[in-house]
C-alpha cells in the first residue's frame, strides 16, 4: 500500500481541456511537493505548498493543499502539449520515520495537440 | 553549473555481480537519497543520508548498500543483484533533510538484472 495514492494514473486529453490531479493520504503531511518528470530525466520540483487550506498558482497551474493537510490536489487550465510528463507528488509525514521521503504513484499526462 | 550526476546511465549484468552505481553532487546538499522508479509504484525511497557517515534506510532498502564518506558522493551499492532490482534507479540531494526543501534529481540509472 502507497502511502501518497494519486488518480488518475493516466489522463490523455486535447490541448485546451481542463484538468485536476488528487494526491491521497491517510497520513498528515507538513509539506507536500509536486514534481513533473519528462522522458529520460529526473523529476523536477514545481511546487511545495505548507500550510493546510493553501492555494498557489504557478502560471496555469493551481496547487490546492488541503486543510487537513493528508491531501493536494494539481489543476491545469488550458492544457498544452508543453504539459505532457509525469506528475508526482511527495512530502514527509508527520509521524513518520526520521527523515523519510515518499513520493505518490505518479500521473501521466498526454495532451494531444 | 548546480548538478546531481550519476554513472553509469544504462547498465545490463547478471544475477550475483556485484556492482555499484555513483552519485555526485556539486551543491554542498546535506541530504541525498537514492530512490528507484516502477511503473505504477512511483518513487520509492532505498536509502537517505543526512550528512556523512550518517545513512538510514528509507522503504524498499533489502538488497542495497551505500555509504557517505564524503559529502558530495552517495554510491548504492548492490551485493549480489537479482532480477527483481531491475528498475530505474534515481539519486537526489537537498540542502537539508527538512521536507519542504526541494530535492534535485540526478538524470538516473537504468539497471537491468539479467
Known amino acids: 500500500t502507497q502511502l501518497l495514492e494519486q488518480s488518475p494514473q493516466f489522463l490523455s486529453i486535447q490541448e485546451g481541456e481542463n484538468l485536476t490531479v488528487y494526491c491521497n493520504s491517510s497520513?498528515?503531511?507538513?509539506?507536500l511537493q509536486w514534481y513533473r518528470q519528462e522522458p529520460g530525466e529526473g523529476p523536477v520540483l514545481l511546487v511545495t505548498v505548507v500550510t493546510g487550506g493553501e492555494v498557489k498558482k504557478l502560471k496555469r497551474l493551481t496547487f490546492q493543499f488541503g486543510d487537513a493537510r493528508k491531501d493536494s490536489s494539481l489543476h491545469i487550465t488550458a492544457a498544452q502539449p508543453g504539459d505532457t510528463g509525469l506528475y508526482l507528488c511527495?512530502?514527509?509525514?508527520?509521524?513518520?520515520?526520521?527523515?523519510?521521503?515518499?513520493f505518490g504513484t505518479g500521473t501521466s499526462l498526454t495532451v494531444i495537440p | 553549473e548546480a548538478q546531481v550526476t550519476q554513472n553509469p546511465r544504462y547498465l545490463i549484468t547478471v544475477t550475483g555481480k556485484k556492482l555499484t552505481v555513483t552519485c555526485s553532487q556539486n551543491?554542498?546538499?546535506?541530504?541525498m537519497s537514492w530512490y528507484r522508479q516502477d511503473p505504477g509504484l512511483g518513487l520509492r525511497q532505498i536509502y537517505y543520508s543526512m550528512n556523512v557517515e550518517v545513512t538510514d534506510k528509507g522503504d524498499v532498502p533489502e538488497g542495497y548498500k551505500v555509504s557517505r564518506k564524503e559529502k558530495r558522493n552517495f554510491p548504492l551499492i548492490l551485493e549480489s543483484p537479482s532480477p527483481n532490482q531491475t528498475s530505474l534507479y534515481f539519486c537526489?540531494?537537498?540542502?537539508?533533510?527538512?521536507?519542504?526543501?526541494?530535492?534535485?534529481f540526478g538524470d538516473g540509472t537504468r539497471l537491468s538484472i539479467l
Open positions: 537526489a540531494s537537498s540542502s537539508t533533510g527538512y521536507s519542504n526543501q526541494p530535492q534535485h
Open positions: 511527495a512530502g514527509a509525514p508527520v509521524r513518520g520515520t526520521g527523515n523519510q521521503f515518499y
Open positions: 551543491m554542498n546538499h546535506e541530504y
Open positions: 497520513s498528515v503531511f507538513s509539506s
